[in-house]
DNA sequence: GCTTGAGGTTCACGTTACGTCAACGTATAT
DNA sequence: ATATACGTTGACGTAACGTGAACCTCAAGC
């Protein structure tokens, strides 16, 4: 028989963890002296308690190890959960591997980008979205702007809910003669079309959500807008997704300055992740 | 301005998460409505939010992503701190593919094993110890018995704290004629040696713990110890161990009866890691 | 004006596997 | 008789939130 101590010292071990394990009923004392409470472990239990401590250091929580051992599971069950554990673990090891790719691609980021400013690029689950909107040719960005303002002025105010989207149509190298696509989400449909005062029509479309996005939020106008797609388009790049479908812009604050570097927006590309990369 | 069911949409992520970053002086909303108590986002703060989902993401804790933004960290420390983070997680991945082979080691000695009493292997690190010991010849593994027997009743009292331990210093498969060393583990050494009552001699030695031990400990006498010895060689085998010195046992527990059913035993053998195995 | 529902708030507890006091009872050696 | 070494229970802390209760606020519909 040997007290708390003397097993705690024989096994390498903390006392508090033999109490804890009593205490959850994992690992239970031979006898309890009854007057004093002392607990008293037999030499026999050490074969017992290595088992625990052999399952634990394969991974298995402290439930999983009374499972195994309360109900008397079978090899079968027993080789179940270690099939289990195992694929658990591969699959946190990828995920692992990927973080440190992901850092890896970080610290490149950090070393050609000496403002320490660049964007940050969380990708993110997107659902379908019904949206009105319009589609128009206009000569560069600043017209553009002159539209998301028009449109705001115009829009009748029930249908100012969502958000302010746009979507350019057009190759990424084109700077002048842009197609445009402009709108808003509307959380409920209810037109299929809309005439504004001005005469101009909106129609319902729908945005698929390609579910997966990559995106990020800019904070200025133009330009800084243009490193925001700069950096998005890299950063898919070099974490092992590619693009699948067409970028989006979701106008998350209207500018209330001429110079527009109160304009918040978010950049949304819809990536997929490249198998095995 | 978001409320923060509105920005934890827009960000994915659960309000509690917000009200959670807010508590801790990660995050903060922009304003504070003082009669409610309501929480306001603006939408420039969706940039740092992401940046802080970027580097969570990374596997930063929150306490240093805060550091990172509080101590407005420069692009170097920035740059360390991810190193760090990285070296962090090979070293943990390095674990786990470990872990993964023990895994498979284990299923495989299930499938080996039907019975499913295999005994379980344990590494344990062991300081060096001073015994007081003999060396004997003996004919067979009974005649060691014996002789533990006739060591526990000549024995002085005041040297019964430690352990009973026996090295074979015989080869294995030998299994006559055996050269055991037998003796005690004596925790303060007194005399360097010591003659017992029916004139054997025992002299101060000393045990150098190889520091890192595969442990295990079987109950039962000659038979199952053998089992042991093979189990334990077993696992060494197939899990990146290596011999590294000689084994010992240690007596547990004096048997009662004469079969020694009640034996129990702890067989140590000193190992070393196999690097990069 | 009232209710309803959707939002908001704080407070407190649950999670895992223990470590770390604190206050107090017990066994042993001098 | 006492010092001290060891045992006991109990409560709190950990990381990063999730969950639920109890209660307050806001805008809209009747």
Redesign the pocket.
């Known amino acids: 028989m040997f007290?708390?101590?003397?097993f705690a010292r024989l096994a390498q071990v903390?006392?508090?963890?033999l109490?804890?394990y009593d205490e959850i009923d994992l690992f239970k004392p031979n006898r309890i002296?009854p007057?004093?409470?002392?607990?008293f472990y037999s030499a026999e239990q050490m074969a017992d308690f290595n088992r625990i401590l052999a399952l634990?250091e394969l991974g298995l929580?402290?439930?999983q190890i009374r499972q195994a051992l309360n109900d008397h599971i079978s090899t079968d069950e027993l080789q179940g959960m270690m099939l289990l554990k195992k694929a658990e673990i591969e699959q946190q090891l990828r995920g692992e591997i990927q973080r440190i790719r992901k850092i890896e691609s970080r610290l490149q980021l950090i070393r050609d980008d000496e403002s320490g400013k660049s964007p940050n690029v969380i990708v993110k689950h997107i659902p379908d979205q019904h949206v009105l909107s319009m589609r128009r040719n206009v000569d560069d960005f600043e017209a553009g702007m002159v539209l998301y303002a028009h449109l705001q002025s115009t829009l009748p105010r029930r249908l100012r809910d969502g958000f302010f989207f746009c979507i350019c149509h057009s190759d990424y190298d084109t700077e002048t003669n842009l197609d445009l696509e402009m709108g808003v989400i509307v959380s409920k449909p209810a037109d299929s079309s809309l005439m504004l005062s001005d005469g101009t029509t909106l129609t319902l479309n729908e945005l698929t959500g390609t579910t997966t996005m990559a995106t990020t939020v800019v904070q200025g106008a133009l330009e800084t807008i243009h490193l925001g797609y700069a950096s998005i388009t890299k950063w898919i790049d070099t974490n092992g997704y590619r693009l699948a479908g067409v970028p989006r812009e979701l106008l998350l604050q209207f500018p209330k300055t001429p110079s527009g570097n109160d304009l918040v927006t978010e950049i949304q590309f819809p990536v997929e992740a490249i198998p095995n990369w």
Chains 1, 2 share one sequence.
């Open positions: 007290t708390v101590g003397d903390s006392k508090r963890l109490r804890y002296e007057s004093s409470g002392y607990r634990k929580s402290l439930d």
